[in-house]
């Protein structure tokens, strides 16, 4: 009894926020919670809000030790109070660092009408991120204790991403936490399906692993970024795939991006974009399996963007994109990243060489996406990258400059060939204006085969905007072309300008090129395939007679041989001649001409089948060893073709005439290997006009020397010029009167003298004597060149 009167008198003593908790809990739990005492406790917390962390603190203790003596009656009463003390707007919640997490989840649904001004969410932060990463050893209560630390941040997020007020939880340091907590959890997705027993146990009980409620909480998240807590929200994100080394298997920053670019604002799409693009360029000297990596997942990231809005971003894109590739290739040539300097080999040629493939890719897939507009601009400034030897653009000089030239060239190309492949434009003119044209048909006069290769490969792309190309992937004479089901649009107004500006460029390029000693069986088909296309998509009357000229040239290259070709060249050359003018003689639809055709064929099936593409454009050619004794009913004649389409309505006088390419300098310099070679080219000054031949002149050969010797001679007459100039200023501010009038005298003198005895002028210029010679004749009054002293 007296022990009781003790606790007694000690109970009235205790501390009146404990007794107010105290009596509202009833002796029966199932009465529920004493509604008085309820008001009494929230009006002394109200009116002492000081004494909120107390009342938490007495609260968790109460809640520990009914745990513990399995009073779960009155637990549940604890948790049904305790959220309603974390609603008062003068909480500053610190008081819950010591109360059960769990009733976050419950305050966190909760509408409040009245802002708070002092609630901190910083420990909340913290304490529910550690729990994100628990690394308890029994996977069920790991399991629980990740999922309450994702639902506490979700909680936190809810509660402050809508609240003006509490915008600071988009800071970094609590982006920081709360983003890597959740990709942690989505990382190991894998580790939580490799337990599943069987697919058919994948039932309510999935939905509520981590790995699903992270990438809710995630989604959410992103989902409510305005666009100035975009970049906050995505470095976190790149951060943690550096540090987890998660760019390589490049699965699991695939699916974060997708999760990204699918959560976020389609207008802020762009920004993703960005900080992609900026940590790319941050890791120019990491692995080549980071960087492609990196590249992969923009490519992705990209695709999604494009349907939202990436206008402000796409030369950027290429423009990073091609910088990383040049890049890649100095790696790749001098073996390190430090590229002024060639050490020791610690880069790998072939993961470079995969680098580099995943950016042309990613160039190709961003490409396809954008409108006509866009996607000229890209080919355009694509092109404007390519080093090409020409009169106004130098390229690197030395062993080491040709091959880096070379490797940039083919990338660039094949960069370009990813974005024009599939391009569809109505008109030619757009798709291929004069400064994009001359650039690339200059790279077909290349030496190396590759290269010219991929140039035919974009102009076919272009010109095959109804999908035939497929159908000329093969060389031959096939006897009946209606099996081909061709897709012929009569050629537009537009086709017809673009033409007659440009057929004659393109018709010299396709010769000049069939010419190259180093064409290979995917050449000539590319050929092919350029002059079918031709005459399917831009042909009129006069594109079809120039196109059978200049295949007739064709014929005649492998005939005369002047360029001393290998076999096999001369057989392909003809094996193409007799493909094309087979395929034109039937889509022109003349009897006689398809049967001139048709006789030739026959003719060399007998006597000389190694003429046509089925014995040439085979992967073991049945060639002849000596071309030298044809007979002259194997060739296509000129005269006939001439003779049976004039006939029928075309210009016969045109088809009668032999094409002869008119060369440039542009083809010349193509050739040049070297920046040295280009300066060393030499002009050639003749008279056109001249009806006689006249003995050339020899050509001036300009150097650098020249150039330098010009620019030194040019400064130094404007020195004494300028010194000429001084010294007279000086002479008349300095001279006596009497030496300056006696010296203007004189010179006045002279002048009048001059004026009186030169003979008038004449007015036809020059005065031709006998024999042809010329005679100079009088300077005119208004072009003589007076004395300084004599004008005013």
Not at 219 to 245: C, Q
Not at 248 to 257: D, L
Not at 569 to 588: E, F, V
Request: hydrophobic share 40%; proline share 5%; with cysteine.
């Amino acid at each position: 009894m007296y022990n009781i009167c003790v606790c007694g008198c000690c109970g009235a003593l205790r501390p009146r926020y404990k007794r107010l908790v105290d009596n509202i809990f009833p002796e029966d739990p199932e009465d529920g919670l004493v509604k008085t005492n309820m008001e009494k406790l929230t009006f002394y917390a109200l009116s002492a809000p000081e004494k909120l962390d107390r009342i938490g603190a007495y609260l968790s203790e109460r809640l520990i030790r009914d745990v513990g003596r399995h009073r779960y009656g009155l637990v549940r009463l604890t948790n049904h109070f305790s959220p309603s003390l974390l609603c008062f707007p003068s909480s500053g919640l610190t008081f819950s660092r010591s109360f059960s997490f769990f009733q976050f989840v419950k305050f966190a649904n909760i509408e409040e009408d009245t802002p708070s001004y002092h609630r901190s969410y910083d420990f909340f932060v913290s304490r529910f991120s550690e729990m994100c990463h628990s690394s308890h050893d029994e996977l069920e209560i790991r399991t629980k204790i990740r999922m309450s630390g994702i639902k506490g941040l979700q909680g936190v997020v809810r509660k402050t991403v809508n609240d003006e007020l509490q915008a600071n939880i988009w800071d970094p340091q609590h982006m920081d936490k709360i983003v890597p907590s959740l990709l942690f959890n989505l990382q190991h997705a894998e580790e939580a399906e490799s337990r599943s027993p069987s697919p058919l146990q994948a039932t309510e009980k999935e939905k509520e692993s981590p790995t699903e409620l992270a990438e809710r909480c995630l989604r959410e998240l992103l989902g409510r970024a305005a666009y100035g807590n975009i970049k906050n929200a995505i470095k976190p994100v790149l951060i943690h795939l550096d540090n987890h080394s998660l760019w390589e298997p490049k699965t699991f920053a695939i699916r974060c991006f997708k999760i990204i670019m699918y959560s976020i604002q389609p207008q802020h799409s762009h920004l993703v974009i960005q900080q992609l693009l900026g940590h790319l360029d941050a890791n120019s000297k990491s692995a080549a399996t980071v960087r492609a990596g990196i590249v992969e997942v923009l490519s992705e990231a990209a695709v999604i963007a494009a349907s939202g809005s990436v206008g402000p971003t796409v030369l950027e894109v290429f423009n990073t994109l091609l910088r990383q590739l040049r890049l890649s290739i100095d790696y790749e040539l001098t073996g390190s990243y430090d590229c002024a300097v060639v050490g020791t080999k610690i880069i790998k040629e072939h993961e470079e060489r995969m680098f580099q493939e995943a950016v042309i890719k990613t160039t190709g897939s961003f490409a396809s996406t954008l409108p006509t507009y866009q996607r000229s601009e890209v080919m355009l400034f694509i092109m404007s990258k390519v080093p090409l030897p020409s009169l106004h653009h130098a390229i690197d000089a030395g062993k080491a400059g040709e091959n880096r030239n070379r490797l940039t060239q083919i990338m660039l190309l094949k960069s370009l060939l990813q974005v024009s492949t599939g391009f569809q434009c109505s008109n030619m003119l757009t798709a291929l204006p004069s400064s994009f044209l001359d650039r690339l048909l200059s790279a077909a006069l290349m030496e190396d085969a590759d290269l010219r290769l991929f140039v035919l490969e974009i102009l076919i792309s272009f010109i095959d905007r109804h999908g035939n190309r497929p159908k000329f992937s093969t060389i031959s004479t096939i006897n009946d072309i209606s099996v081909l089901k061709l897709k012929v649009d009569k050629c537009s107004r537009q086709d017809t300008v673009f033409m007659k500006k440009h057929s004659q460029q393109l018709y010299r390029h396709i010769y000049l090129t069939s010419k190259e000693e180093s064409n290979v069986q995917p050449h000539y088909e590319a050929l092919y395939s350029m002059l079918a296309l031709i005459s399917i998509e831009l042909a009129n009357e006069e594109v079809v007679v120039d196109l059978i000229r200049l295949v007739l040239a064709v014929q005649e290259i492998a005939q005369i041989n002047e360029d001393n070709l290998p076999v096999y060249n001369r057989c392909a050359l003809y094996a193409l001649g007799a493909a094309y003018l087979n395929l034109i003689s039937q889509l022109t639809t003349v009897p006689a001409f398809c049967q001139h055709i048709h006789e030739v064929l026959e003719t060399r099936q007998k006597e000389a089948p190694y003429l046509l593409p089925e014995d040439v454009f085979v992967e073991t050619p049945r060639l002849t060893k000596s071309l030298d004794h044809l007979v002259p009913e194997v060739f296509f004649r000129q005269s006939k073709i001439s003779e049976v389409l004039g006939g029928s309505g075309y210009n016969s006088d045109r088809l009668s005439t032999p094409y002869i390419p008119q060369l440039t300098d542009e083809d010349r310099l193509s050739k040049r290997k070297s920046i040295g070679e280009t300066i060393s080219l030499q002009v050639e000054v003749e008279s056109r006009n001249s009806p006689e031949k006249e003995e050339r002149a020899p050509a001036e050969e300009i150097t650098y020397e020249t150039l330098k010797k010009a620019i030194v001679d040019s400064v130094a007459v404007e020195e004494q010029e300028r010194e000429r100039r001084r010294l007279v200023v000086e002479k008349f501010q300095k001279a006596p009167f009497e030496e300056i009038a006696a010296h203007c005298g004189a010179r006045v003198s002279l002048c009048f003298w001059h004026l009186t005895h030169q003979p008038p002028p004449s007015p036809s210029g020059t005065i031709t004597a006998a024999y042809g010679q010329p005679q100079n004749h009088s300077i005119p009054v208004y072009e003589m060149k007076f004395p300084d002293l004599c004008v005013y």
